[in-house]
C-alpha cells in the first residue's frame, strides 16, 4: 500500500486517518542506486541530455562514441567540431577529478540536510580531502545562485513579506586586531529578503539599507498591485508611490502581526540561515556570503523536505549544466563589485 490507514478507535467504523509515507530516501537505499561510476554517468547524462548526447561546444546531434577515449567510459566525439567531450564539459563538474557518483552523494547530502553540512564533514563521509570538497561545494553553491533570477514574486492579490537581516558576526566577537569601529551594520553583510505567501523566496545581498536601494530592488524583483507586508522601517516609505500596497506592523511595540501585514514568513527563512551559520559552517566571508544564501534560499525553494529525495535532487543537477567556477576565481582576490551582481534563489 502507498498509504497507511489508521482506525482512531476500533468501535468506529470506516473512521480513518490517512499519513503520507516518508519522502525520504535513506542514505544506504541511494548508494546501491548509485553504487558505480557508470549509474551515476548515466544518470547525469539522462538529466543533460535525455536520450541522445548533445555537443556541449557546437550544439549537434551527431555523436559517436569516441575510439581515442581507450578504456575510459562516457566519452564522446562530435562529428560536426570533431571535439571530444563527456557529460562533465560545459559543467560545474568540467575538469574535476572527483568520481560523479562522489558527485552525486554531495548533492544528496546537500539536499537532505536541513541546515547544511560542513566542508569536513563531507569530506569524511566521501572520503575526499576537506580542500577539495570545499571546492566541490562552492561549485555547486555558485550553480545554485549564477543567473537564476528569471522569476518575479507576487501578483495581483498576491502578499510578499520583505526584511533585512546582518550577517558575518558580531564585533564583540572578534580579534582585537580585527575588531571594527562603528555599530549596527558596519563590518557585516546586509541582506534583503522577500517572501511570497505559499509560493517561492529570494535573498539578496545589498550594499545598504538605504531608501533608494531598497526600494531598486523591490521594483526589480515583486510585480506591481503586490501587497508588501514589512515592519517599520524608513527605508519602505513612499514605497506605494511606486505601484505596490503596503502594510506595516510595529515590532518595537512587540507588534508581531496587524491584520495581513506580518513578517514571520522571512524570519523563518532567517532562522534556517543563522542556524546554518552559528551551528554548522560557523562564518561567512562577505566574498562567498551569495553562495551561502543561494544553497539555503534553494532548500525553502525546490529543496524542500516534502519533496521527494530524488526530485530535489534533480532539481539541484538542472542549474549544474552551463555553468563553471575555476579555482583561481573562487579563491582569488575579491574585487569591490556592486552588491546587486550577487543574487541568489
Known sequence: MDYY????????????KTYKPNTAMSEDEFRRKFSTEAKARAYYEKRRWGSKPKCPYCGSIQIGIWKGGGMRKGWYKC????KAFTVRVGTIMERSHIPLRKWLLAEYYIVTVRKGISGLEL???LGVTQKNIWFLHQRIRHALGAENYDYMLGGLGKIVDGDETYVCGRN???????????SGPVGKG??????ERGGRKKAIVVSDTERETIRREINKHI???TLLSTDEGRHYIGIQKDGYKHRTCNHSAKAWVNGKAST???ESMWALLKRGFYGIYHKFSM????????ESVFRLNEGQCKYLTMDRIDALAGYCWDKRLTWEDCVGEWQDREPQMYEMR
Open 287 to 294: 566574498k562567498h556570503l551569495p553562495k551561502y544564501l543561494a
Open 79 to 82: 562529428h560536426g567540431c570533431n
Open 123 to 125: 569530506s569524511k563521509k
Open 190 to 195: 546586509i541582506v534583503l529578503g522577500m517572501v
Open 223 to 225: 510585480r506591481k498591485n
Open 264 to 266: 514571520n514568513g522571512v
Open 172 to 182: 564583540k566577537n572578534r580579534h582585537s586586531n580585527k575588531k571594527i569601529i562603528g
Open 5 to 16: 490507514e489508521v482506525c482512531d478507535e476500533p468501535d468506529e467504523p470506516k473512521k480513518k
